[in-house]
């Protein structure tokens, strides 16, 4: 299994410009999760899916943040309009199930917004 | 609500010494702890995961224990290797099963030859 892929790896954009990330699980695993990580808030849990349904957006910062998963193999991570500050690295994870497995991370998006 | 602390933020330590990394968490009802280790640049690694009811989880060179009345920890890694110089983040998860790892800060190790 290749693991979990993300898309793009980097990705520089202006302010106000929308941003998506993309996210493939590992294949037969059945929840999803999105972080954040910055130097001044470490990782932060953004939202969390399972079997494609979102079961905990509390981690979601603004209106401007959004996610789906319109099935079991794909996800983004929608900023608009992005922010300065939302420069960090995004990360997905999967797991087989949101209870005793293990998680597994992709390797990351870097955004920087200008 | 849940806090995850780990100290220190950073250890330098020489070829060969066995070490311990530290993680504490405020609310003792926790499902299960995990440790990863993240490399530059990269993404998490998922190195050992405790469940509430079990006391340690060994892996190679690694042992972790978990002490839950005290909100506890521990990461021991034996005859450390320049290879293990990376950062080691532990994450707690809630009793209410929402899914929701809550992360330290992570230690950033350093070993030296």
């Known amino acids: 299994d290749a693991g979990v892929i993300q898309s793009p790896r980097h990705e520089v954009t202006e302010m106000g410009q929308e941003v998506t990330l993309r996210c493939k699980p590992i294949?037969?695993?059945?929840?999803l999760f999105w972080y954040r990580q910055t130097m001044m808030r470490g990782l932060e849990l953004l939202i969390y899916f399972n079997n494609n349904v979102p079961i905990d957006d509390s981690g979601m910062p603004e209106d401007r943040f959004s996610a789906k998963m319109p099935n079991a193999s794909f996800s983004t991570l929608k900023i608009q309009p992005s922010e300065p500050r939302d420069s960090a690295v995004y990360f997905c994870a999967s797991s087989l199930s949101g209870d005793l497995e293990k998680l597994f991370f992709g390797s990351g998006t870097q955004l920087s917004v200008l | 609500k849940q806090e995850v602390t780990q100290i220190p933020a950073a250890l330098s330590v020489p070829e060969g010494e066995n070490l311990v990394l530290n993680c504490s968490f405020t609310?003792?009802?926790?499902?299960?702890l995990q440790w990863f280790r993240q490399d530059p640049g990269k993404g998490l690694t998922s190195l050992l995961l405790?469940?509430?009811?079990?006391r340690e989880q060994t892996s190679g060179r690694l042992n972790a224990s978990l002490d839950k009345s005290s909100g506890r920890s521990t990461l021991y890694i034996a005859a450390s290797q320049p290879g293990d110089s990376a950062t080691y983040l532990c994450a707690a998860r809630g009793s209410g099963n929402t899914g929701k790892l809550i992360f330290g800060q992570g230690t950033t190790l350093q070993v030296k030859p």
């Open positions: 294949s037969g695993h059945n929840s």
């Open positions: 609310d003792s009802a926790i499902y299960n």
């Open positions: 405790i469940q509430s009811s079990q």
